[in-house]
């Protein structure tokens, strides 16, 4: 029974840094073969990292992403190291190039491509074809799949099963949203059940503008059984000793097989989403060449969340609170928001709007006189706490984090060029109970009111006019947040929800407030996509639109 000694290189590449990203695989690659093994797995594109988008159009970089993968071969010794990169060979493809002593000796295309929900490689790459070519390595029959490749049945891992693979690798770019964990492990050992074969599943990690990945890299021998698994959200050498049988001995029970750095990820659904909030602002802001944020602290249950994130995710260190009352701010949520500060350990000021505010109202007198005061006067607030912190950011080089939640972006509730102003949105697909439920997490996990108790119990409210409560426009998150669920991220219509016995006044009321913010949407900063359909590139509709789906 032969032996495969596979490394599974968990590296967090970044988008378009080809030199780095390179140096970054030599140096797992150097690691894996001190560790004696036979193969190194790399994710999907690590050479480019994932997504590139439109950076495949431009021919240079495609030229660059082919020299980056001849470069490795050159340097690679008797450990195979197989590597994702963009290959401009025929046309652009999305490749694994398949690298040993010195030499380039294969090269892989995907055929699979995905073109749904946040995926549309088909805009971008060339699907490859014929039939599959096996590698040899240690004595094992190979295959190569990239990503896709592994999601569909009877695809192109069955095919390398049939021409005589005995282990395929799986290398991935594969995003991160609630359940996708297990999602993947179905579909994993869906395919061992097909084509009887061990699969090494190599992921991407971190951060990409509004994508996560996790990682969670693991090998699965023929029966589906895991028997290594990487940790996920953190960079990882993951290595396994595959056992290998022949193929009349498929129907007798294997040995199981040596387990080397197992790890078990441990984590439950509140914790792996954490890490992923955590991770994703963490890559935003470094991958961008930032180091401090600027939060704006209100006091209220969203910002203080989002100051709890990036404190994480960069250090106390490096975030830097602004406390930016009104003449309608209360004084405990002035008192609240400093309790925060303190509790973090950040770097906080008070900076009152009251002088901007009087100037603001002074100016447009004229234009509002005779008129009643309503939202105008309220969103100028807003728009001035905007103001002072993309000053604040300019002066200081701080990355700006916006506050606002998926609820509040769904039906509007928010300001544009105000609580909106910034560089990244944090929690911009936690619905409003989610927010709730990440601060007391967070609470738990720290063993103290990290977050005042004040601000998990009070009623949330904007505080742009008196005594303002945010169940005073909308209905009460229990009630909304279910209702938007179904029409955001389960594209249901209204009648379909009013067939599921919501009152159809509120639908119509709400599902309108949707279809109209749908112009504030896309103006909004990106932010970490959690779930299985985020506003922005999951869920993508006109701006100009009336249908009303029989609300």
Same mark, same amino acid.
């Given at each position: 029974?032969?032996?495969?000694? #596979?490394?599974?290189?968990? *590296?967090?590449?970044?988008?378009?840094? &080809?030199?780095? /990203?390179?140096?970054?695989? =030599?140096?797992?690659?150097?690691?894996?073969?001190?560790?004696?093994?036979?193969?190194?797995?790399?994710?999907?594109?690590? #050479?480019?990292?994932?997504?590139?988008?439109?950076?495949?159009?431009?021919?240079?970089?495609?030229q660059d992403s082919r020299t980056a993968m001849e470069e490795i071969a050159a340097?690679?010794?008797?450990?195979?190291?197989?590597?994702?990169?963009?290959?401009?060979?025929?046309?652009?493809? /999305?490749?694994?190039? &398949?690298?040993?002593?010195?030499?380039?000796?294969? #090269?892989?295309?995907?055929r699979e491509l995905p073109n749904y929900g946040v995926f549309d490689e088909r805009?971008?790459f060339h699907p490859g074809t014929g039939d599959p070519i096996l590698h040899r390595?240690?004595?094992?029959?190979?295959?190569?799949?990239?990503?896709?490749?592994?999601?569909?049945?009877?695809?192109?891992?069955?095919?390398?099963?049939?021409?005589?693979?005995?282990?395929?690798?799986?290398?991935?770019?594969?995003?991160?949203?609630?359940?996708?964990?297990?999602?993947?492990?179905?579909?994993?050992?869906?395919?061992?059940?097909?084509?009887?074969?061990?699969?090494?599943?190599? +992921?991407?990690?971190?951060?990409?503008?509004?994508?996560?990945?996790?990682?969670?890299?693991?090998?699965?021998?023929?029966?589906?059984?895991?028997?290594?698994?990487?940790?996920?959200?953190?960079?990882?050498?993951? *290595?396994?000793?595959?056992?290998?049988?022949?193929?009349? %001995?498929?129907?007798?029970?294997?040995?199981?097989?040596?387990?080397? /750095?197992?790890?078990?990820?441990?984590?439950?659904?509140?914790?792996?989403?954490?890490?992923?909030?955590?991770?994703?602002?963490?890559?935003?802001?470094?991958?961008?060449?930032?180091?401090?944020?600027?939060?704006?602290?209100?006091?209220?249950?969203?910002?203080?969340?989002?100051?709890?994130?990036?404190?994480?995710?960069?250090?106390?260190?490096?975030?830097?609170?602004?406390?930016?009352?009104?003449?309608?701010?209360?004084?405990?949520?002035?008192?609240?928001? %400093?309790?925060?500060?303190?509790?973090?350990? &950040?770097?906080?000021?008070?900076?009152?709007?009251?002088?901007?505010?009087?100037?603001?109202?002074?100016?447009?007198?004229?234009?509002?006189?005779?008129?009643?005061?309503?939202?105008?006067? %309220?969103?100028?607030?807003?728009?001035?706490?905007?103001?002072?912190?993309?000053?604040?950011? +300019?002066?200081?080089?701080?990355? &700006?984090?916006?506050?606002?939640?998926?609820?509040?972006?769904?039906?509007?509730?928010?300001?544009?060029?105000?609580?909106?102003?910034?560089?990244?949105?944090?929690?911009?697909?936690?619905?409003? =109970?989610?927010?709730?439920?990440?601060?007391?997490?967070? +609470?738990?996990?720290?063993?103290?009111?990290?977050?005042?108790?004040?601000?998990?119990?009070?009623?949330?409210?904007?505080?742009?006019?008196?005594?303002?409560?945010?169940?005073?426009?909308?209905?009460?998150?229990?009630?909304?947040?279910?209702?938007? %669920?179904?029409?955001?991220?389960?594209?249901?219509?209204?009648?379909?929800?009013?067939?599921?016995?919501?009152?159809?006044? =509120?639908?119509?009321?709400?599902?309108?407030?949707?279809?109209?913010?749908?112009?504030?949407?896309?103006? /909004?900063?990106?932010?970490?996509?959690?779930?299985?359909?985020?506003?922005?590139?999951?869920?993508? =509709?006109? *701006?100009?639109?009336?249908?009303?789906?029989?609300?």
């Open positions: 029974m032969a032996k495969l000694r #596979v490394a599974l290189c968990q *590296i967090n590449s970044v988008v378009g840094d &080809i030199d780095a /990203n390179t140096k970054r695989i =030599l140096a797992a690659l150097a690691a894996a073969e001190e560790a004696g093994c036979h193969a190194a797995v790399f994710p999907e594109l690590a #050479v480019t990292g994932y997504p590139p988008e439109d950076l495949v159009l431009k021919r240079r970089f495609v340097r690679s010794g008797s450990c195979a190291a197989i590597v994702g990169f963009v290959d401009g060979a025929d046309g652009c493809q /999305n490749a694994a190039g &398949i690298a040993v002593n010195g030499r380039l000796a294969g #090269v892989y295309h995907k805009r971008y390595v240690a004595g094992v029959a190979v295959g190569i799949s990239i990503c896709e490749d592994a999601w569909v049945s009877g695809g192109p891992m069955s095919q390398m099963a049939a021409a005589g693979a005995e282990v395929i690798f799986n290398l991935n770019a594969s995003p991160y949203h609630v359940d996708k964990l297990d999602q993947r492990l179905d579909v994993l050992r869906q395919r061992v059940s097909e084509t009887g074969c061990a699969i090494a599943y190599a +992921n991407l990690v971190g951060g990409q503008d509004e994508l996560v990945f996790d990682g969670a890299s693991l090998v699965l021998d023929r029966y589906g059984r895991i028997i290594a698994q990487a940790p996920p959200f953190r960079e990882h050498l993951l *290595i396994a000793e595959v056992e290998v049988a022949d193929r009349p %001995e498929l129907a007798s029970p294997p040995t199981i097989p040596q387990q080397i /750095n197992q790890v078990d990820p441990g984590l439950d659904e509140l914790d792996e989403q954490y890490e992923a909030l955590v991770l994703a602002t963490r890559d935003y802001v470094h991958k961008n060449g930032f180091t401090d944020v600027g939060v704006g602290v209100s006091g209220g249950i969203d910002s203080s969340l989002v100051a709890v994130i990036a404190t994480d995710a960069l250090g106390a260190d490096h975030v830097h609170g602004v406390l930016m009352p009104s003449r309608y701010s209360s004084d405990h949520s002035l008192a609240d928001a %400093e309790a925060l500060c303190r509790n973090l350990g &950040i770097d906080h000021r008070i900076i009152p709007v009251e002088p901007g505010h009087q100037a603001f109202l002074d100016m447009l007198a004229p234009s509002f006189d005779g008129l009643d005061a309503d939202l105008a006067e %309220e969103n100028v607030q807003s728009r001035i706490r905007g103001t002072l912190l993309m000053a604040l950011s +300019n002066k200081f080089g701080w990355l &700006i984090l916006t506050t606002g939640n998926k609820s509040e972006s769904a039906v509007g509730y928010s300001t544009l060029y105000g609580d909106t102003a910034g560089a990244y949105a944090v929690i911009k697909d936690l619905w409003k =109970l989610q927010v709730y439920a990440f601060a007391h997490y967070r +609470n738990q996990r720290a063993g103290r009111d990290l977050i005042p108790e004040n601000v998990l119990v009070k009623p949330p409210s904007a505080e742009l006019r008196p005594d303002q409560r945010d169940d005073q426009s909308l209905p009460p998150y229990d009630v909304l947040d279910p209702l938007l %669920e179904a029409y955001v991220e389960g594209d249901l219509t209204p009648a379909d929800l009013c067939g599921q016995g919501h009152d159809p006044e =509120l639908v119509s009321r709400i599902t309108g407030l949707v279809d109209r913010a749908e112009y504030k949407r896309r103006q /909004n900063p990106p932010g970490v996509r959690i779930t299985a359909k985020a506003f922005g590139r999951d869920r993508r =509709l006109p *701006i100009t639109n009336r249908y009303r789906g029989g609300g």
